[in-house]
């Protein structure tokens, strides 16, 4: 799998449970250590299987649950499908856009928001990392029972840079939606989600966001939504509408 190994910073942990071969797949398909047991290890973060879902751990969360990717609707969030498309994020991606790609998946929140929106969406993540945590998440999202009896299409997920999978993409999809991370704001603010928190530790700010709203401009078929914290300036310029949410906005820049 393409991207840079975390070597010094993440750790296969088996613990006993489940097949030790998933585990030495794992690490090996991410080129890093594996550990056996609970000891002492060397490494801040560590990648196991509990509770039927794969897990991202700290130090601190050795003893808890862990960080899995949640595949159910967030608070506030209608359990119907398809979800009403009346949010900032849906009225930004339109009722007339049919197929969507999140160009930065992250921890895919946004992407099963738009996926129970009802949109035919396709994820990309450029974190190995992430990616084996995504796909853990898609095959239990493929296992509920109303996702299996409406025989939904399940979000494709794509490893690898957005900038450089953009110049694959056939057909052109009607929206490329981007979450790029900013770097925190200056003043004091309240601490970050934990696992926003260890995804900046582990993949940094996106440099490349600039290079990656144009790309998108060139790949999308009608437009680009970006997804911005609310005192970040617009990444592409003055955007065609901008719809508030909390603390956030998405500012859409239609395709001429």
Not at 58 to 71: F, H, M, N, P, T
């Amino acid at each position: 799998m393409a991207g840079h190994p975390y070597i010094g910073k993440l750790a296969v942990l088996y613990t006993g449970q489940g097949e030790l071969g998933d585990y030495q797949q794992l690490a090996e398909c991410l080129n890093v250590p594996l550990r056996t047991g609970g000891g002492d290890h060397q490494e801040p973060y560590f990648l196991t299987w509990r509770d039927g879902a794969l897990k991202l751990l700290d130090r601190e969360l050795l003893k808890k649950g862990g960080l899995a990717v949640d595949i159910e609707p967030r608070p506030g969030e209608q359990r119907s499908w398809p979800a009403p498309k009346n949010t900032p994020l849906g009225q930004a991606l339109g009722r007339k856009t049919q197929t969507v790609v999140d160009a930065t998946t992250g921890w895919g929140q946004d992407s099963l928001h738009i996926f129970r929106m009802g949109y035919r969406l396709r994820c990309i993540e450029r974190s190995p990392v992430m990616v084996e945590l995504l796909q853990d998440a898609f095959r239990r999202l493929g296992e509920l029972e109303w996702v299996k009896n409406l025989s939904l299409e399940l979000p494709e997920l794509i490893a690898g840079n957005a900038i450089e999978v953009f110049a694959g993409l056939d057909p052109k999809p009607d929206c490329i939606y981007i979450d790029p991370m900013f770097p925190p704001k200056r003043k004091k603010s309240a601490l970050a989600k934990k696992s926003m928190t260890i995804l900046h530790e582990l993949l940094g700010d996106d440099p490349d966001k600039d290079a990656l709203f144009e790309a998108a401009m060139q790949a999308t078929a009608k437009k680009v939504v970006v997804k911005s914290p609310d005192y970040a300036e617009p990444l592409g310029g003055k955007p065609s509408q901008s719809f508030q949410g909390k603390l956030l906005r998405y500012d859409v820049y239609v395709k001429n």
